[in-house]
């Protein structure tokens, strides 16, 4: 550049040469960047006329107003919204539904168990029961017939003890009987022999020997008491320890029968102890169950709320959203009128540049 300049001639007068210089090589600068400028504006503008040639194409090319496209994707948007907000909800209700008719059936469940266990704890001790005081009876019966075997035995024993001890005092009075009868032949052949001696007048020998008999039956009669006393007082002792031990094992028998009773009674109130328990047990186990299924219920309850308002949540984001697109698409409708409105502009100033 410096040679084209260099063809100059110099002067003394005038301007200094090399300022000169300077401002014309900055002048050439300049104009080189401005025609690099002009090419890439040139440039610019052809791509910018290209894309407004399409996009005025396109533009053209559709049927209906953009407007109207965007009434149709924002309802379609807000209808899509809509459509998703009630099936949530209806979700939410099904699923409110199913947890309601699980807990319900979780509380009928437990319910059912309760009742089964409370009936079998009642049948148990029903049988329990029943057991103990058959058993309790049987034993009463036993011991009742047993007792009554035995007094009549003990009676059989004492009754055959009495003949026995009445066979031995009959015995035993014919042998006195005997013995008395040998002793007055015995007086009597005494009395003969002293009649035979002529010790005695006769009168006097009648005497004797009726003195003897006299002697030899009241002697009889007075053992023949004593052994009967003695024999009525063995018999009445045998008697009496035959009652006695009769009446021991009655008593026996009485004192067994009150302790059965005693027994039984006692079975009883353990029974009627069982079925309070059993009531009380019954009654826990219902109170249980229903606080598990209210609990259940309230749980389904919450949840179910929870799953509503979670749903109703969910459809007003979706609504928001669709109405946040239905203003992002206003907004780019608008930008893209603004964008080919300046792009008119601009065409209309290349247009006049041209010109």
Not at 52 to 76: H, I, M, V, Y
Not at 85 to 110: I, P, V
Not at 230 to 244: G, I, Q, R, S
Not at 280 to 303: F, N, P, S, Y
């Amino acid at each position: 550049m410096s040679t084209e300049f260099n063809r100059f001639e110099t002067s003394k007068r005038g301007y200094d040469p090399e300022a000169v210089e300077r401002e014309l090589k900055a002048l050439n600068s300049e104009l080189v960047r401005l025609r690099e400028q002009y090419a890439d504006t040139a440039e610019e503008l052809k791509e910018t006329r290209s894309n407004l040639e399409q996009t005025q194409r396109k533009l053209d090319s559709t049927t209906a107003p953009n407007f109207a496209s965007l009434g149709a994707e924002a309802a379609e948007l807000l209808i899509r919204a809509e459509n998703s907000a009630r099936e949530l909800e209806e979700a939410a209700s099904s699923q409110a539904a199913a947890l309601l008719a699980e807990a319900n059936d979780q509380a009928a469940k437990l319910l059912e168990n309760a009742e089964q266990q409370y009936q079998e704890q009642m049948g148990a001790a029903e049988r329990r029961a029943a057991r103990q005081v058959a058993a309790a009876k049987h034993e009463a019966e036993l011991l009742t017939a047993n007792s009554r075997i035995e007094a009549k035995e003990r009676i059989q024993s004492a009754e055959l003890e009495v003949a026995r001890i009445r066979g031995q005092a009959a015995t035993e009075v014919a042998a006195i009987k005997t013995t008395a009868k040998r002793e007055v032949e015995k007086v009597k052949a005494e009395l003969a022999s002293k009649v035979a001696s002529q010790e005695y007048t006769t009168l006097d020998k009648l005497g004797i020997e009726n003195a003897a008999k006299e002697l030899a039956v009241a002697e009889l009669e007075a053992q023949l008491a004593t052994r009967r006393k003695k024999a009525e007082e063995e018999y009445l002792d045998l008697h009496n320890k035959a009652v006695a031990e009769t009446q021991g094992y009655l008593e026996s028998a009485k004192k067994d029968l009150s302790s059965l009773k005693k027994t039984i009674s006692t079975i009883r109130l353990e029974i009627q102890a069982l079925e309070m328990e059993a009531s009380q047990a019954q009654g826990r186990i219902l109170q249980e169950a229903r606080k598990q299924a209210e609990a259940i219920a309230h749980k389904a309850d919450l949840e179910a709320a929870e799953t509503l308002a979670l749903a109703r949540q969910k459809a007003l984001e979706t609504e928001k959203a669709a109405k946040v697109r239905v203003n992002e698409i206003e907004n780019k409708v608008k930008s893209s009128e603004l964008y080919l409105k300046k792009l008119r502009s601009l065409l209309s100033s290349i247009d006049q540049l041209e010109d």
